[in-house]
Structures are given as C-alpha cells and as structure tokens.
DNA sequence: TCAAATTACGAAAACGATTAAGTAAAATAA
DNA sequence: TTATTTTACTTAATCGTTTTCGTAATTTGA
C-alpha cells in the first residue's frame, strides 16, 4: 500500500510536504505541488480513510436509518428508489452509504452510539418510526441531519407535497365528475394527517358532502385489510363512485376485491392509488395515482445534507417540498 | 468522546491494560479486567472505529457491489429482499455494509480501488454485470468475497438452484398434463444457462418435443419485450399451452398481451413466472412461479463472508446453493 | 544596504487505538 | 536460601495522516 511516505521518499520532500501539496495548500510551490501530485497518481496513492477519519474526524460516510417493518422497508417500491436517490446522489458528490444498525460487535447499542461510533458525517432518517425514543435521541444530538416524510422540530426535512397531491388528485377526480368520494387513508404519521386535512379541504371547496363513512383507516401496505375496508364502502346504501387508497398496494388490494364482487374498475367504480410504483402502470387496468419523484426525494435528501456537512453556517435548516404528479391511468372512469 | 485514555485514568492504570482489558488478553487479572470493563460500560465508553481500522486494518464493514441498471437494481423486489437478508445478516453479526461506487471524493476510481481505500474486510457481489472488467480486477485481488448468483473461478458463491427451479416447475406442468411448453428465457447470464439446460433435461425426460419456435430469449424485467416474445407465441399455429417467463415481471406483461388478445387466463393458456415477487401473489390470477428465497441468499452471503474474513485457514470457498419452491397460483390449468 | 515581510518547506506532535518487548513483584522450584 | 518461572502490569512504538509551529531563503521596502 503506497503511503505519504513513499511519494515522500519518491519526491526527495518531507511528509509534510506531500499532505499539503495534496490537499491544495497555500504555502506549496507550484512546482513541488505538480511533482507530488503527479508522483502521486503514477504510484497510485489513495488515502487511507481510518488515518484521514482518525485525524480529521471526517469520514465522508452517511449513515442511513431505514428500518425494515414487517409491511414496508427495502420491499416497498418508495423506499427502494428513496434509497437508489440517495446512493447515486452521494455516489455523485463522493460519499458512500452504510446503513445503521442496532449492534457493534456483539453488543447493543442506541443509533446515537452507533453513529458515533461509526463516526458518520451526517444522518438521513427514512422509513421508520419516528416516535422510537431512539430515533429522537439520535435527532437530538445534533450531527447533520436529514428526515424524510417526517419533520421534527427544527431539523432538515425532504417531503413529498402530500397536501398538493392530494389536491391534484382531487381536482382530477372533480373534472371526471365524481361526487361521491372515499377515502380509506394509511395509519397515524404527519404524512397520513397532511393527506388527510388536504382531502377535506378539497372537499369543503368543491362543495362535496364526504359523510362519516367515506373515511377509513388502513395501515399502508396492508392488502387484507384494504380489501375489508372496500368491503364496507360497497356495502354501504350510497356508494362512493370513488375510492382514494393509501398507495397502489392497498389499491391492488381494494381492486381484486371489488373484481371478486362482480364489479368492474372503473366503469361499476372508480379507484385512486398513490406512490406510482411500477405495478400501477402496468396492473390492468392501470391505476391512476400520484407518482412521487421518489429518487428526487432521495438524491435531495443527500444534496442538503451534504450541504449541512461542509456548510454548517451558511446552510439553513429548510424544509424541502418535493413535488409529485397525477399519473393518468384507467381506473378512474369520466362521469 | 471518552478514549481509553480517560478509562485509564479512571482506573489508575495504563492505555495499554485498558485495552487489553477490553479485548480479554490473558495477561490481565480477572480483578482489573472487570474493573475497566465496568468502567467502560459506565462512562459509555465505544472504541473509535478510525483508530482500530488504521492500527488493525480491520473495519467491520462490508462492501456491496449493487449496480443499478435500467431494467433492475434495487427496484427489483428480488434484489430488495437479497439485500435485506444481507442487512439484517450482516447487523446481527456486528459487521455494517457499505455500497461500493466509483468515487472517492472528485476521483474516479475503480472498483478495486474504492473497496482498498475504504478498507472493506469483504466484499459481496450482486446484481452486476459480471463480465465488467473492473468486477473481474475486483474479483482478483484476493479481498475475502461472496458473489450472488454467479460462480467465478475459486471464488465462495451463493446461488439459487435454478436447475431444481426449473425441474419444479416443468414437473409441476408436466403433473398438470402439460406438454406443449415455450420458455421464454432472460438473457445471456450463467443464470440462464443453467435454467436453459434445465428446461431442455427435462423436456427429453418427459419426452416432449420442444419446437424451436417455443424458446426465445427475452431482458429479464423487460416487459415490452415480453409481450412481444408472447406475441410471437400466440401467433404460432400450434399454440403452446403453457409458457414460461424469465421473471414474474415479464410474465405480467405476457399476461396482458394475452388478455388483450381477448384469451384467457388460465383457460386458454397457462403462464408460469419466477422469482416469486409478491405482486406475483396478489396479482389476479395469482401466478405460479418459483419462489427463491431472496433473503436466504443474502443471510447467507454474509455469514460465509465472515467465516472468509475471520477463519480465512479453514473455511473453504464452496458454492452454496439455496433451494426455492413452487408458488402455486391460478395461473396454471390442469389439462 | 539592511530590516521586514514573504515564500516554501520541514520537524514533530497529534488523532485513538493495538501490541511487542520489557520489568518489577509474586509464586514456585531446587 | 537462591534461581527460575509466572503473573500482571507499563513503556513505547506504531498505523497513515494532518496541522501547528519554526526556520532558512528569498523578496520587498525604505
């Protein structure tokens, strides 16, 4: 392994010497700095990290915190591109990605000392349980930090528009006519309440009367209990024209139940997925949805965190708005 | 940050006893031992991985090869879930995994480079393109590693059985009364081939008479190909009555050419997938396919990776194949 | 022409651990 | 009792960098 050292030998410099020359300092000649760089590169020198790490403090290394639940994780269609964003975007900009865990060696340990331990220049959270105590310790130590779909106080978020989702969608079900709209939403998290408070403004707006019933909950992802969701909305005496699921899954779900009644999507009934994963487009027939710019969330997610790493005063903790749009498919009929 | 020089004074000892100590030498008495043990754990005390990496050279830190082509990466469930088994392994033995890119902070480097810098203790390869001369340079540095469905010279491989796969399925067919059978077959790859050879086994097992016309090649996840290749199939004039698909994916698209065609499922012809996605089960209907146990493979990489890196003597590099199993759906017509 | 400022480099300490080698004290052997 | 071995530590070197501080040599200023 060629080290400092070497190209300092090589080059008749000191040590010190070639560091500085390598990294840009001020008080190199020109001519030394070309002599080590070029040495450098003809003897194939890379840096060793754990010495860089060990000095600096710096590892250029994101620690990610995607926990994999038993109905979402590396599975789910959203977090895999969230995740391909986000090693392409720091792929990009030089950085490499771990994954962070509960265990050093054999022992237990917080995600606090876990990124401690590991030394990560900064954090993204995506895909977990914001209310884990483990989560808010970790918030609150203060590395650079980036949430996904979640805002804590004073942190950096990326989320998706969920309010102007819903609206655009709303919008679009309004001009193909439909009244009567359900909306079975997902389980309790800011990104279930800011849909939801968006579909009932729509709804004030539109002058729509969503009775008690059009409105469910059902955990994302969760296909048995979409289905019995639907089950309860075809059974009611004024039926909705339309369902809005929680994302396409729980749509897919809805759908071969309302198949199974003898109905057919969308001329007996209209239904409304939302992520856009690549089964929506090519289910028959296609679901209509709101495709979220997934891997945009992701590489955002770096850029500002990258942001945070190496520009701690000058960058602001913002909350970044990621905008989605309406995928038109066929399961949305015109009235 | 609490070093094991604060534990020393803590203790009234030297570094050097702390560290022993911790590491359980043998030349420490079990009175101090315990007593800088306790005083670790009480002043939280987490060795900093930097300084073990520079002095030891080791880092508890797996490298993953994870290409992300156009047609697969992480989006493919299949890979989704190989990586999964790869965390989840990978956390419950202490050891972090790291994706492997080609930079190092503005440096184009290759593969080879990046895991040196880093430090990696392993490597696992997965969802790559083997021929890649930059993973065959990898492959030949002698750095401790697992590669996932393909078996390089003298390297410690983790493949499904993809003969067994294919025998499966074609005794499953054959048990359904089918003998008129298409394979239409992903591309180039040693996963293919064995399939291929598989299929043909058992199509003179059974003595059935394979016309050229009933295989082809078609991308695996390329769905527009698929349709096309069905296309083709249907349009023969002796019909298979059942055709099998590289990947549960394409098979969706077979299915909706053949819809469209105004057949139907499993009726007028019978499909069969692979991989076993779990669209391929809530799809209606439900698609037969052989389910390969994707997180099995991953776990498994990881725990023969780290018998590699910690028992480099008497771990052999065998190739380790994972069994999958038949899925039985509705898309496969007793005849 | 001589002092002051600038330029270009080197010596050495430091980061936080590990580990070989050395050494007193205690235990055992002769 | 004395020599030898064992036990339980400590000292100090080391891993590969970065960075502070010091210092010759050169340039500039007056």
Redesign the interface.
């Known amino acids: ?1 060629v080290s400092v050292k070497d190209i300092a030998a090589a080059c008749h410099v000191s040590v010190a010497t070639v560091s500085k020359a390598l990294n840009d300092y001020s008080d190199i000649s020109e001519k030394t700095r070309t002599l080590v760089k070029a040495k450098a590169a003809e003897m ?1 020198y ?6 860089v ?2 000095k600096t403090s710096r ?3 994101i620690g990610i915190l995607f926990v ?1 639940g038993a109905n979402s ?3 789910h ?1 959203f977090f ?2 969230v ?2 964003g986000i ?2 975007q ?5 950085y ?4 962070i ?7 237990e ?1 917080s995600y606090k ?1 876990y990124c ?4 990560f220049d900064g954090v993204i959270i995506a895909c977990i349980d914001f209310n884990d105590p483990q989560v808010l310790e970790l918030v609150n130590t203060g590395i650079p930090l980036v949430t996904i779909d979640h805002v804590f106080n004073n942190t950096m978020a990326i989320t998706s528009d969920n309010v102007k989702g819903i609206r655009d969608l709303m919008e679009y079900l309004y001009e193909m006519g439909h009244r009567k709209i359900a909306y079975i939403h997902g389980g309790d998290s800011s990104v279930t309440q800011a849909r939801v408070t968006s579909f009932y403004q729509c709804a004030e707006r539109f002058g729509l009367n969503i009775p008690s019933e059009y409105v469910m909950e059902c955990e994302y992802h969760d ?1 048995e209990e979409s289905a019995h969701c639907t089950e309860k909305l075809l059974d009611l005496k004024d039926r909705p024209t339309c369902i809005l699921y929680p994302d396409d ?1 729980t749509a ?2 809805g759908i ?1 139940l309302i ?1 199974n009644r003898g109905l057919s999507i969308p001329d007996d009934i209209s239904v409304v997925g939302y992520d856009g994963i ?2 929506a487009e ?1 289910h ?1 027939p296609s679901i209509t949805t709101l495709k979220q710019e997934a891997e945009e969330m992701g590489s955002q997610a770096v850029a500002h965190l990258i942001d945070l790493i190496e520009r701690p005063k000058t960058t602001l903790k913002e909350q970044i708005v990621v905008q989605g749009a309406v995928l038109i498919g066929n399961s949305v009929k015109k009235n």
Chains 1, 2 share one sequence.
């Not at 890379?46 to 010495?51: D, G, Q, R, S, T």
């Not at 490499?96 to 994954?99: G, Q």
Request: proline share 2%; net charge positive; aromatic share 8%.
């Open positions: 392994m194939g890379l840096p060793n990290m754990a010495a790490a060990l590892t250029y290394n994999d994780g590396l599975k269609e895999a591109r995740l391909q090693k392409s720091a792929e990009s900009q030089g490499c990605i771990t994954f865990t509960n265990r050093i060696g054999d022992k340990v000392e401690r331990n590991r030394q296909i899954y897919i779900g071969n198949k690549s089964y090519i028959e």
